[in-house]
């Protein structure tokens, strides 16, 4: 019978204004890991994590073999930062990348800590590696239960599906720069290839007809913006919904879930006025 092991991933990241900016002008000071839900040990299925750091860091790809699975640093700016794990596995699935958006606190803004949750499913396991996964937490399952199927894959190869909360959407500033490296962490090659996996937040179930890549562009134009006007007019726009949940640091909203009225109005911020 087809048998499938859940286990779940935390992602994150602190970031705060320094007292005094760095003799090379940086502003803040973030952390960003990696580790397992409730305290959970990783590192029975963890070989390494890999951080892949804007090209404006020093030595910008940081590897991590050994808990706590994280990178402290100095900068300026937010940016996109990719996260590979590798798995202490034989068979595929050999790793599975996360794309993680390394935002900073605008000037006056609180803190941030932002955390998600990643729910990873590898389904019929080799039993070496299904002990290594219950030792860190995972939970069995059945093969048919819970998570989406697959895409096709070759004989004897494992699938592994990675589930995505919605993390925090805030503008962002320009690409980050930082001083200095990170200790724990070293530069090597990897030749294996990516695991196959499938966001949830990627299929479509949204209330509107955008395709992907239009979404893709207004959310990336609303990050880029800096007027707080223009700011504000896109909070009103989507608070009229619903469809967001407010924290201490942040204003968060998924465009999937909007419908076209709103993502049109959004949309007319892409134009050089900037209104709605």
């Not at 070759?154 to 200790?183: C, F, L, M, V, Y």
């Not at 090659?189 to 949204?206: F, G, L, N």
């Not at 608070?239 to 640091?249: F, I």
């Amino acid at each position: 019978m087809a048998q499938a092991v859940q286990i779940k991933l935390v992602l994150g990241h602190s970031a705060q204004w320094r007292k005094k900016p760095t003799q090379e002008g940086y502003t803040h000071d973030w952390t960003i890991l990696v580790r397992g839900e409730e305290g959970q040990d990783i590192k029975h299925f963890v070989e390494k994590v890999i951080f892949l750091l804007h090209e404006s860091f020093p030595k910008p790809r940081r590897v991590v073999k050994e808990p706590p699975y994280q990178v402290s640093e100095s900068g300026y700016g937010s940016f996109n930062l990719p996260i590979e794990v590798y798995f202490r596995n034989k068979d595929e699935p050999k790793k599975v990348r996360f794309e993680y958006d390394l935002l900073l606190p605008n000037l006056n803004d609180p803190p941030i800590n932002q955390i998600r949750s990643e729910c990873l499913t590898f389904q019929n396991p080799s039993d070496e590696f299904k002990q290594k996964l219950i030792k860190a937490g995972g939970v069995l399952t059945g093969g048919t239960g819970g998570m989406p199927p697959q895409k096709p894959k070759r004989p004897n190869e494992d699938s592994i599906t990675a589930g995505k909360k919605p993390s925090a959407k805030k503008k962002k500033t320009k690409n980050g720069d930082s001083s200095g490296s990170d200790s724990s962490s070293d530069s090597e090659s990897d030749e294996q290839p990516p695991a196959k996996s499938t966001k949830t937040t990627s299929k479509k179930t949204s209330p509107n007809t955008w395709d992907t890549t239009s979404l893709k562009r207004l959310h990336k134009h609303l990050n880029s913006l800096q007027d707080p006007q223009q700011l504000q007019e896109i909070v009103n726009v989507i608070e009229q919904t619903g469809q967001y949940n407010l924290t201490a640091s942040t204003f968060d909203f998924d465009l999937c879930k909007l419908d076209d009225h709103t993502l049109n109005k959004l949309s007319k911020f892409m134009e050089p006025s900037g209104t709605s």
